[in-house]
């Protein structure tokens, strides 16, 4: 009896969780995924199916082609720089210096501040007499319009998650500095190495898998993007601020084309997925060397 005890008990803890996953993951998805099949156009309540359709539909989108750029578009702009600057700030942070605690609680606010508080500041912060605005006048730059200039509004739009996320990541990375033996730094220093060849040298090779964690979490968190689009610039000018999931919305909830919306979720999801692999061959494999 003891023995069954001890083999099933663990179980018994998963249900729970796995209840949770089976509500709110799995059955959302197989329903999403049946949707995608299905032509909503003629009659919401008694759709067709539609087979490949909408899929076919999706991928002669122009419109949805920039969603997907855009999309990594902004991937490229956040995550190099999430994967960095928190970095360089862990490394400051981490010193014997006076106040630390205070400088950690300042620069981890952001990530504790509601991502619609934080979007609707940087929004008064862009406009024309704003005081970013206000700065750049003291250059002699005439103002340039960050959310309603093409050039400019998915750029403005990263700052506002680079400056949301740093915060959470240089925390990753302080949790991963605090393991690496500082015999090796010591050696380092023996052989003569400064600052920047130390930390080339050691960190970086030392800390490699939360490198990759935050690499990989950046760009998942890049590819979902939505609260910032949707309150600054809800997805313009011009499409220039329109991602995939900002597509979805508007198909799904402003155009009640359930059928496209669906196939563009799953679209993303597999995108998603390829980045959750990437997760597991570079990052878990290294966590546990193998």
């Known amino acids: 009896m003891n023995s069954f005890y001890k083999k099933y008990i663990p179980y018994l803890f998963l249900l729970p969780a796995l209840i949770f996953l089976f509500v709110f993951f799995f059955m959302p998805f197989f329903q999403t995924f049946l949707i995608s099949f ?12 539609a087979g490949f359709n909408n899929y076919k539909v999706l991928f002669k989108s122009g419109e949805f082609y920039t969603a997907v750029l855009n999309t990594f578009l902004f991937l490229g702009m956040v995550v190099p720089v999430l994967a960095v600057i928190p970095l360089i700030i862990a490394i400051f942070i981490n010193q014997k210096i006076k106040g630390i605690t205070l400088y950690k609680i300042l620069i981890y606010l952001p990530v504790i501040v509601s991502i619609v508080v934080v979007a609707i500041a940087f929004k008064w912060l862009y406009t024309q007499e704003g005081i970013f605005n206000y700065i750049i006048s003291f250059l002699g730059i005439k103002p340039v319009g960050w959310l309603t200039d093409t050039h400019f509004a998915l750029m403005s739009v990263a700052i506002v998650t680079i400056y949301k996320g740093i915060g959470y990541y240089m925390m990753i990375y ?11 730094y010591e050696a380092a220093e023996t052989d003569g190495a400064n600052a920047f060849i130390k930390h080339l040298t050691v960190t970086v090779p030392q800390i490699m898998p939360s490198i990759a964690l935050v690499v990989i979490m ?41 059928s496209m919306a669906s196939a563009a979720s799953v679209v993303l999801l597999f995108i998603i997925l390829i980045f959750s692999i990437i997760n597991i061959i570079f990052f878990e494999n290294k966590r546990y060397g193998a």
């Open 38 to 49: 299905k032509d909503y156009s003629n009659d919401i309540y008694n759709p067709v199916f």
């Open 174 to 184: 302080l949790s991963a500095l605090m393991s690496v033996p500082k015999e090796l």
């Open 218 to 258: 950046s760009s998942i968190s890049a590819l979902k993007v939505f609260t910032e689009i949707y309150v600054m610039t809800k997805g313009g000018p011009l499409n220039s601020t329109k991602t995939i999931v900002y597509y979805i919305y508007e198909r799904a909830f402003e155009n009640l084309d359930l």
